[in-house]
């Protein structure tokens, strides 16, 4: 019985690691949302939802670009400052959009982008960028969801990048978290 424990052992210490760099079919060849063959075909986080910030004396914007395919949840975001001295107000969020969620029911969503912002509360007036972390969730169309993610940004004073030159449609003034 020893040496046949001791085999199962060394076949676990052989098998694991090469499981992990992919190099034989997880799941008797079937590709599930968790084998390497499927983990290739969704793009990181950080990759799928990139953020920029900016800011002008009163207040704090964040805008998303989604790739195709991909969606942010609505209910997901909060910003934090890392300034000391420095907080946020009230996100205002726009509507985003409905749609119905295998697991989630009723939810909006953002497509393609969006941008969100808050009042700048300060105790003294801000110089430099403010460095700030956003805390969002996003899906994949295809039914991966990531779990809660958060990028650290600076936000420089000053206009918005490039691909948020125009203004929103709606940066509302609704709660954060409601529909």
């Not at 019985?1 to 060849?29: D, K, Q």
């Not at 989630?104 to 953002?110: A, P, S, T």
């Not at 403010?130 to 206009?159: K, M, N, W």
């Amino acid at each position: 019985m020893n040496t046949a424990l001791a085999s199962l052992l060394v076949l676990l210490f052989v098998a694991t690691p090469i499981a992990a760099r992919g190099e034989f079919p997880v799941g008797g060849g079937k590709i599930t949302t968790f084998s390497y063959s499927a983990q290739r075909e969704f793009l990181p986080a950080k990759e799928a939802f990139r953020a920029s910030a900016w800011r002008d004396d009163e207040r704090l914007y964040v805008g998303f670009i989604i790739a195709e395919d991909y969606y942010l949840h609505r209910y997901q975001f909060a910003l934090d400052s890392r300034d000391p001295g420095v907080s946020f107000g009230e996100l205002a969020l726009p509507p985003g959009e409905s749609m119905v969620h295998a697991s989630l029911g009723e939810i909006y969503v953002f497509h393609d982008q969006v941008v969100v912002s808050a009042s700048i509360e300060a105790s003294d007036a801000v110089a430099g960028p403010l460095a700030i972390t956003v805390t969002f969730q996003g899906c994949s169309d295809r039914g991966l969801c990531y779990p809660p993610d958060q990028v650290e940004l600076d936000s420089l004073h000053g206009s918005p990048p490039a691909a948020f030159d125009s203004p929103p449609r709606d940066t509302g003034n609704s709660e954060k978290g409601a529909p």
